[in-house]
Nanobody, 126 residues
Framework: QVQLVESGGGLVQAGGSLRLSCAAS????????MGWFRQAPGKEREFVAA???????YIADSLKGRFTISRDNAKNTVSLQMNSLKPEDTAVYYC????????????????????WGQGTQVTVSS
C-alpha cells in the first residue's frame, strides 16, 4: 500500500522560505515520478512541480525562479523548496505519485496521479 506523508508546512512571513518534504513508502520509490500540488481556500487544486524517476523537473510557469523540486531516492523522499514566498502561496500542499504505464515521467494533471498525501498547510502572512 502506497503511503505519502508530507511535512514542513507552517506559518511564514512574506519573503521567507519553507521546505516541504514528502516521505513515501509501500513500493519502489525510485521508479516513479512525483508531484506537488496545492489548493487554496475556494480554489481548485493546481499543479506546482513534478520530478521524474531520473530527476528531470518541471515547475509551474508562475512559480519558476522561486520553487524547486528534488528527490532523494535513498531516503524515499521528495522535497519542495519554496523561496520568496507570497501571501498568494497560502494553500494546502499535497504530494502525489503516479502509477501504471508511463508513470516514471513528469505529469502535470491531477488525474495522472494515483496516490496522494494528506497535505500540509502553508500560510504566508503579509
Amino acid at each position: 500500500q502506497v503511503q505519502l506523508v508530507e511535512s514542513g508546512g507552517g506559518l511564514v512571513q512574506a519573503g521567507g522560505s519553507l521546505r516541504l518534504s514528502c516521505a513515501a513508502s509501500g513500493r519502489t520509490f525510485s521508479s516513479y515520478a512525483m508531484g506537488w500540488f496545492r489548493q487554496a481556500p475556494g480554489k481548485e487544486r493546481e499543479f506546482v512541480a513534478a520530478i521524474s524517476w531520473n530527476s528531470d523537473t518541471y515547475i509551474a510557469d508562475s512559480l519558476k525562479g522561486r520553487f524547486t523540486i528534488s528527490r532523494d531516492n535513498a531516503k524515499n523522499t521528495v522535497s519542495l523548496q519554496m523561496n520568496s514566498l507570497k501571501p498568494e502561496d497560502t494553500a494546502v500542499y499535497y504530494c502525489a505519485t503516479r502509477t501504471g504505464r508511463g508513470s516514471a515521467g513528469i505529469a502535470t494533471r491531477l488525474y495522472e496521479y494515483a496516490y496522494w498525501g494528506q497535505g500540509t498547510q502553508v500560510t504566508v502572512s503579509s
